[in-house]
């Protein structure tokens, strides 16, 4: 990719990622506008591989017939040239985690070694290795059930903004699963972006709308 080539698809990228915030998931109401565009801002400045993730996820959107490889995990850190160059500490990090996370299963009321590790490690360079694990496996409902499943389990402020742009994005996944996990991440961080969160979304499903509503209705009461 020459530069002018990179110049145009960065800034392109940056805006569609907005448009896919605020036209997508989100109602008009301004608040939540503003919510969604300063969060969006924040990640593009301070993620500079973010815009790699974003076009990942645009091409898997934007085509009809991707087929959906729940069995596997896919590792594509390095398929791109354009992505930050890693140092060995990190590729090893990333193979631990993705051992863990293959090797791991939800079960309620239940920490795995996944969960643990995500709940004892995280921090920003942990984030942004999950976060790429995240979308190179978009189509794969059971990574992401994972993910979601052990961010949910940290405080709200230590996965910021990382965790809630993945539950985010979940909450317009082709599966039932993804988006109750999303949601259930949102009810967990017991915030009252939580609250914003959850309110600016319509979901189809009408039990899925009515579970929503009434985690909104409890949020309401524990946090504001």
């Excluded at 990719?1 to 990179?6: L, P, R, T, V």
């Excluded at 110049?7 to 907005?18: E, H």
């Excluded at 995240?134 to 499943?149: A, G, M, S, V, W």
Aim: hydrophobic share 35%.
């Amino acid at each position: 990719m020459n530069k002018e080539h990179a110049k145009y698809y960065n800034y392109n990228i940056n805006n569609l990622y907005s448009n896919i915030l605020i036209k997508c998931y989100y109602k008009t109401d301004k608040t939540y506008k503003d919510y969604y565009e300063k969060i969006s801002k924040y990640i593009i400045k301070n993620n500079n591989e973010y815009n790699n993730y974003m076009k990942k996820i645009y091409s898997i959107y934007s085509s009809q017939n991707s087929e959906n490889n729940n069995l596997l995990i896919k590792n594509e850190s390095n398929s791109d040239d354009t992505l930050m160059q890693e140092n060995e500490s990190d590729v090893e990090l990333e193979e631990k985690i993705l051992v863990l996370l293959s090797n791991s299963s939800i079960e309620w009321g239940i920490l795995s070694d996944f969960d643990k590790f995500i709940i004892d490690n995280i921090d920003e360079r942990v984030l942004n290795i999950i976060q790429r694990i995240f979308y190179d496996n978009i189509n794969n409902e059971i990574i992401l059930e994972k993910i979601l499943n052990a961010l949910e389990e940290v405080e709200y402020e230590k996965v910021k903004p990382y965790g809630q742009m993945m539950a985010i994005v979940g909450f317009s996944h082709k599966s039932s699963v993804v988006k109750q996990k999303a949601v259930e991440a949102f009810e967990s961080w017991k915030s009252e972006d939580s609250i914003k969160a959850l309110e600016s979304v319509n979901f189809s499903e009408p039990w899925m709308q009515k579970y929503v509503n009434k985690i909104i209705n409890n949020l309401k009461k524990e946090v504001i």
